[in-house]
Nanobody
Framework: QVQLAESGGGLVQAGGSLRLSCAAS????????MGWFRQVPGKQRELVAN???????RYACSVQGRFTCSRDNAKNTVYLQMSSLKPEDTGVYYC?????????WGQGTQVTVSS
């Protein structure tokens, strides 16, 4: 099992930047994927970005070129660097980790982008 703790959310103006962090309670070397979803009230949770065990990353089209998902195995942490933020990026961002077919979620962190 693994526990995840997100941090770094907050309020930012459009065009600004934020970096989210997700710290895992154990080594992430063996985790299949780690990444980020976000959820807006009334909508389904959507994948934002994820990072595999190698250097492979995947992004939603809406954030491609603006967000960067990275993984630091030495710190057991995955990051989401968000730049050129837009009001439509507002939502609760959830970190997740996949291990042996089981997905674990963090508690979520609110990101609010004002216009």
């Amino acid at each position: 099992q693994v526990q995840l703790a997100e941090s770094g959310g907050g309020l930012v103006q459009a065009g600004g930047s934020l970096r989210l962090s997700c710290a895992a309670s154990r080594s992430i070397n063996s985790l299949d994927h780690m990444g980020w979803f976000r959820q807006v009230p009334g909508k389904q949770r959507e994948l934002v970005a994820n990072h595999g065990t190698g250097s492979s990353t995947r992004y939603a089209c809406s954030v491609q070129g603006r967000f960067t998902c990275s993984r630091d195995n030495a710190k057991n942490t995955v990051y989401l660097q968000m730049s050129s933020l837009k009001p439509e990026d507002t939502g609760v961002y959830y970190c997740y980790a996949d291990l042996f077919g089981t997905r674990t979620w963090g508690q979520g962190t609110q990101v609010t982008v004002s216009s």
